[in-house]
Nanobody, 116 residues
């Protein structure tokens, strides 16, 4: 069973920065793609950023230019650096890993709260 453990969330003022980490219980080489999703109260879960095994990244328009997803294969960890945080970034952020059989694994989520 794969475990994904997120960390790095918290309370931050608008304009601030946070870096989320997602530690996987097995080699992240085994996943075709890893990503970060978020879900705000009353809203659907949405993709924030993703990174493939080959290092190709993709971002939601709402975070493009102020967020960076990266991976450290040696540490089995994926990161999401978020800068210039806005109130509307407030949400629970979930780490996702999809393996080559298209099976999805999820972390438990970490809360980011941005105060205006």
């Amino acid at each position: 069973q794969v475990q994904l453990v997120e960390s790095g969330g918290g309370l931050v003022q608008a304009g601030g920065s946070l870096r989320l980490s997602c530690l996987a219980s097995r080699s992240i080489f085994s996943f075709a793609v890893m990503g970060w999703y978020r879900q705000a109260p009353g809203k659907q879960r949405e993709l924030v950023a993703s990174i493939t095994n080959g290092g190709t990244t993709s971002y939601a328009d709402s975070v493009k230019g102020r967020s960076t997803i990266s991976r450290d294969n040696a540490k089995n960890t994926v990161y999401l650096q978020m800068n210039s945080l806005k109130f509307e970034d407030t949400a629970v952020y979930f780490c996702n890993a999809r393996d080559r059989n298209r099976v999805d694994y999820w972390g438990q989520g970490t809360q980011i709260t941005v105060s205006s």
